[in-house]
């Protein structure tokens, strides 16, 4: 079997690590001509940090980000407290798999060394200008034509995959929301010699300010020889404009009534790009044929929760998983009594698709609610004040990611059918059961 993975992110890589690890031919198609990701700093939750230990790369995730140790949220207004959320070793031991902070260069090129180790082919300035569903194939923009058993889709928002599998354009359209983007060094926050600068400098924490129409979030990076800001408020980008360059002044004054700490990262920020935060309304499908959609390229989400990425990944693994299943049975027919494999029984192509389709009824309700519950968070990060926001951080008091330290006993929960799946398992179970009907 050989797969075509259109686009290099953080979830076609995975998706070209799970297929190579079943022994199924890779071909990453990356429309970059040199091998490179922007961005800066990206959390891995435990349900994230799970696939990565599956994939035998935690400890190199580890050595290059470093394990949260709690999650602070605070009001906008004074930086008053609201919560100190342990995660640490007690996220671990609850829920199998660390959380995780890391420069996203360092996750990118982590993941990318291990596809091309494991033999994954990566064609780098390869422009997709069309897919062919019914003989599942690539069409390049240099004339080039790539055939494969499946092609999937991994080409972000902005997806050409996405129309072929649709069989119409479906952009993404605006939230309402942009975020600003920034790094520092250590030298330049130590420079400003402030003591709470400092003190936030020390922890090796996610630390967040909730306010009205916006929030901001803080961590270390690179075992806290950087640092890194994202800020979001109310979208004023033209219609047209995806991301741009930010304006540092626009930015400082966004933040001049919030807490004195926070309005000091700011006026420390030497230059900042924005983007806009888009998303897609769910799509009627996932696949078509043998051609499928992963990420953002089907389920894009506001980055409220720490799960855009995440869910990639699951994404990335499960295809590898269900499709290297699909072929040992194809390919290692094995027979018991008068029941033959389930690759006598119909054409490999028609198999294919149905795994295709497989994927998609394992992965959909679980994207979806991914999205939700952002959409959720950002409602309830964004109160204005009044007596919902003091209700919240009453509530928020009370809160913890872990069994051991949630009060409330409902956010422990969410976050436990978020965290604390087994997708692989949960996807082999999913096989099992379709394979006995067939």
């Not at 009044?386 to 929960?413: E, N, P």
Request: charged share 25%; aromatic share 6%.
């Amino acid at each position: 079997m050989k797969v075509v993975v259109v686009g290099g992110g953080l979830g076609g890589l995975a998706c070209a690590i799970a297929c190579r690890r079943e022994g199924i031919d890779v071909e990453i198609l990356e429309r970059s001509v040199e091998v490179q990701e922007v961005g800066a700093g990206i959390q891995i939750p435990p349900n994230g940090a799970r696939i990565m230990r599956d994939f035998g790369l935690l400890t190199q995730i580890l050595e290059q980000g470093c394990q949260v140790q709690q999650i602070n949220l605070r009001r906008y207004k004074n930086g008053r407290l609201l919560r100190s959320m342990p995660l640490g070793d007690d996220i671990t031991e609850e829920l199998g798999a660390p959380w995780i902070i890391i420069h996203r260069v360092d996750y990118h090129r982590i993941l990318l060394d291990e596809a091309v180790r494991l033999g994954a082919v990566l064609q780098l300035g390869s422009e997709v200008e069309d897919i062919h569903t019914d003989q599942p194939a690539v069409l390049l923009a240099d004339g080039r034509c790539i055939s494969a058993d499946v092609v999937i889709g991994a080409d972000g928002q902005m997806s050409t995959v996405r129309k072929a599998v649709l069989g119409s354009p479906h952009s993404p359209v605006p939230t309402g929301d942009m975020a600003y983007r920034a790094t520092f060094s250590r030298e330049q926050l130590e420079a400003l010699g402030d003591d709470k600068v400092n003190e936030l400098c020390q922890e090796i924490a996610v630390t967040g300010w909730l306010g009205p129409d916006k929030h901001t979030v803080f961590y270390p990076l690179r075992g806290g020889k950087e640092f890194n800001l994202v800020l979001m408020r109310p979208d004023n980008l033209p219609s047209d404009s995806r991301r741009e360059n930010g304006d540092i002044q626009e930015m400082r004054e966004s933040y001049a009534d919030w807490d004195e700490t926070l309005q000091k990262l700011v006026s420390s920020v030497p230059s900042v790009y924005k983007w806009k935060l888009t998303h897609l309304s769910e799509l009627e499908s996932w696949a078509k044929g043998s051609v499928a959609l992963l990420g953002d390229a089907c389920h894009p989400t506001l980055p409220y929760q720490a799960q855009g990425a995440a869910m990639a990944v699951e994404d990335g693994a499960v295809i590898g998983k269900l499709l290297g299943l699909l072929q040992a049975h194809h390919l290692e027919p094995k027979y018991s009594g008068n029941d033959p494999s389930i690759s006598t029984r119909s054409s490999a192509q028609d198999l294919t698709a149905a795994v295709l389709t497989l994927y998609e009824e394992c992965r959909k309700a679980r994207t979806t609610r991914n999205v939700q519950g952002a959409i959720m968070n950002r409602k309830i990060f964004h109160l204005p004040d009044g007596l919902l926001q003091t209700v919240r951080d009453y509530i928020l008091g009370y809160a913890g990611f872990t069994r051991k330290s949630d009060w409330t006993w409902v956010f422990s929960f969410r976050q436990g059918q978020t965290l604390g799946l087994d997708v692989i398992k949960d996807c082999e179970r999913v096989f099992e059961e379709w394979r006995l009907t067939l």
